[in-house]
T-cell receptor, first 115, second 108 residues
Framework: EAGVAQSPRYKIIEKRQSVAFWCNPISGHATLYWYQQILGQGPKLLIQ????????DSQLPKDRFSAERLKGVDSTLKIQPAKLEDSAVYLC?????????????FGQGTRLTVV | SQQGEEDPQALSIQEGENATMNCSYK?????LQWYRQNSGRGLVHLILIRSNEREKHSGRLRVTLDTSKKSSSLLITASRAADTASYFC????????FGAGTTVTVRA
């Protein structure tokens, strides 16, 4: 079974530039998560989709971050414009159903450095 | 918030020893999950324990859940160098939230 695919693996951009991350979840998984993990901290949930609807985006900085899930499958996360404090690893995960009873499978993440 | 908090923040043990870490949470849950993260990699699911379970085993891992104390513990027995990683508990019935994690270092 193929895992969660993310690209790119690494990205370096200058502040005020824009960047986009892509995630392809495991086939058939209804729930997709985007997390931001700053070095030394736990993953922080940015947005959670159930199929193509948003379950939670309370911690997504909506003035600069946006995310969409195309046809309930692939997802993109965009930052525009980027700030230095956005430097982090962005993790995508998917699960068969909501977190109420099923495990989440994570991709390898995208390491973003904003200079 | 349902977010769990792990304790201790860091743990250093000798190979072959046991490692125990704890997770406390604030609101009632239906299940609690533990994940491992090796340096620079994604998280890997270890165990999911439901609120009606008190203990669960998986290989060298033992997880307990005490809903009256709103806490869980993860025990790794006979640790190996490969167990060096960060361990996170995750809670949430409709959104999955993680704590800050416990960093475990296993010395050879």
């Amino acid at each position: 079974e193929a895992g969660v695919a993310q690209s790119p693996r690494y990205k370096i951009i200058e502040k005020r530039q824009s960047v986009a991350f892509w995630c392809n979840p495991i086939s058939g998984h209804a729930t997709l998560y985007w997390y931001q993990q700053i070095l030394g901290q736990g993953p922080k949930l940015l947005i959670q989709f159930q199929n193509n609807g948003v379950v939670d985006d309370s911690q997504l900085p909506k003035d600069r971050f946006s995310a969409e899930r195309l046809k309930g499958v692939d997802s993109t996360l965009k930052i525009q414009p980027a700030k230095l404090e956005d430097s982090a690893v962005y993790l995508c995960a998917s699960s068969l159903d909501g977190p109420g009873g099923t495990e989440a499978f994570f991709g390898q993440g995208t390491r973003l450095t904003v200079v | 918030s349902q977010q769990g908090e792990e304790d201790p923040q860091a743990l250093s043990i000798q190979e072959g020893e046991n490692a125990t870490m704890n997770c406390s949470y604030k609101t009632s849950i239906n299940n609690l999950q533990w994940y491992r993260q090796n340096s620079g990699r994604g998280l890997v699911h270890l165990i999911l324990i439901r609120s009606n379970e008190r203990e669960k085993h998986s290989g060298r891992l033992r997880v307990t859940l005490d809903t009256s104390k709103k806490s869980s513990s993860l025990l790794i027995t006979a640790s190996r160098a490969a167990d060096t990683a960060s361990y996170f508990c995750a809670t949430g019935d409709y959104k999955l939230s993680f704590g800050a994690g416990t960093t475990v270092t296993v010395r050879a």
